[in-house]
């Protein structure tokens, strides 16, 4: 008796893998697509997503911001012909500083976006400005681009739950966010629905023969099986490194833990219609005498220090929801993916108070810490943080990842690239960016020394 047989094989069964099967399936009509993978899809790091999307991206190059624009068009496009099941909405992302000296930064970074692609800066400087807020739901009809809203009293109308030192936001349009769970299971049963076979089991093995693809080696609850293939395609999130080694590939990744918070926003601090807000400054913390001296005898000491600037948030869920979602990354050193992920306990703690600074109403909750929820997972990053959606160096081995903290947002227009290398579909422009390739180039390599900003949140 034969092997069993398949046209692909997909390790990995989060957004990436998922969107890589939807693509081939629905989109380019292929058949004997087998998606592997050890959990249940989406549980490892899909669903530990802030679910936020953008199109405000920083340079060197096009690249990212017209990857994330063909991204936001193929979600839109879902959205629509799904009657919008994952709730995608257009809020924007609010950028805010109440410092003077950051707000021609903030100035200078729309201009860059607008030269890039993500569309023009309105300026809103004077009484009155013509600034127009987003709507809470839907995502249709909306502006692209940024406003830049310098006018206090706009300010104050629009924001009047921001820190009254707030001195500029930047509200980036194309972007929002929507639920990442609904959206991937959308994409899986679309994909099912075309034949895609769903395998519970761990990729142990690549076979290769006369140097190309030629079967992977299945392990699961019923022992192990040999499925015959000659395409492999590494989509394996935070264990891309070990997935590519399978094949004798060394992919330049790295990991860095993130936690997000979720709490119930009890005093409603956080107004149910705000868009995704984030601080452009850093924050030093305000300690009292006692915790200022026990800080400074610990292993949190470098809590006494300012903390970098990002730290974000958003309400959480619809109707009477009153949960709201926290991030502040302030410690994002590379380090060994190990499940289950652990989180520093005072996490939701230094959250919470970095976001009063935003939000003063947040202080009430200072004194008296909320029960909070704390996951996350890992970011699967490149050094300059671009993903990598293309062929590998073995005949018939592909990879989709590095999606960093927006793979929900990115594993659409990662998976548009990765079905065109695979069926030989035309590549637009800015393909090349996201190729493992990319890295033979040796101007390419030099850049990645003084590489500007990564975009990363
Ligand atoms: C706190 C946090 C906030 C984030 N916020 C956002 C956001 O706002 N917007 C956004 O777009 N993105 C966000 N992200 C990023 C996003 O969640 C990830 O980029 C995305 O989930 C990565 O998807 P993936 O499919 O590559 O990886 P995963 O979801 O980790 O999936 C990989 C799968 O591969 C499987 N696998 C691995 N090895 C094997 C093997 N040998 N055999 C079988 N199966 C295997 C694993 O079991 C897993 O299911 C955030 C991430 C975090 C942690």
Known sequence: ??????????????????????????????????????????????????????????????????????????LEELARESGNVFHLNRRGYLFATADPERVPHLVRAAEEAAALGAGPVRRHDRPHADYRPAPPD??????????????????????????????????????GWFSGQQLGMYLLERARDKGVRLLEGRVERVQTTGGRVSAVEVSGVGGTQLLSTPRFVAAAGPRL???????????????????KITFDDAVGAMPRAAPLTIWADPVRLPWSDDERAALADSE?????????????????????????????????????????VAFDPTYPEIAIRGMARVIPAMAAYVSRLPRAFVDGGYYTKTRENRFLAGPLPVEGAYVIGALSGYGLMASSVAADLLAAHVTGAPLPPYAPAFTLGRYDDPAYRAGLETWPDSGQL
């Open 241 to 259: 490194k070990a997935v590519g080694r399978l094949l004798g590939v060394e992919l330049p990744v790295l990991c860095e833990r993130h936690g």
């Open 300 to 340: 949190h000491r470098r809590l006494l220090d300012a903390l970098p600037a990002g730290v974000h948030g958003r309400p959480e869920g619809a109707g009477d929801s009153r949960s709201v979602l926290l991030i502040w990354t302030y410690d994002a050193e590379p380090v060994e993916p190990t499940f289950p």
């Open 138 to 175: 839907g995502f249709e009809g909306q502006p692209a681009g940024s406003d830049i809203v310098t006018d206090r009293a706009t300010i104050r109308r629009h924001f009047g739950w921001l820190a009254d030192d707030t001195l500029a936001v930047l509200h980036a349009r194309r972007c």
């Open 1 to 74: 008796m034969g092997l069993p047989t398949a046209e692909v094989v997909i390790c990995g069964a989060g957004i990436a893998g998922i969107a890589a099967a939807y693509h081939f399936a629905v989109r380019h009509g292929m058949g004997g697509i087998v998606l592997v993978d050890e959990r249940p899809p989406l549980s490892l790091t899909s669903d530990k997503s802030a679910e936020c999307y953008r199109n405000w991206w920083p340079g060197p190059g096009e690249a990212m911001v017209a990857a994330m624009n063909r991204s936001i068009d193929l």
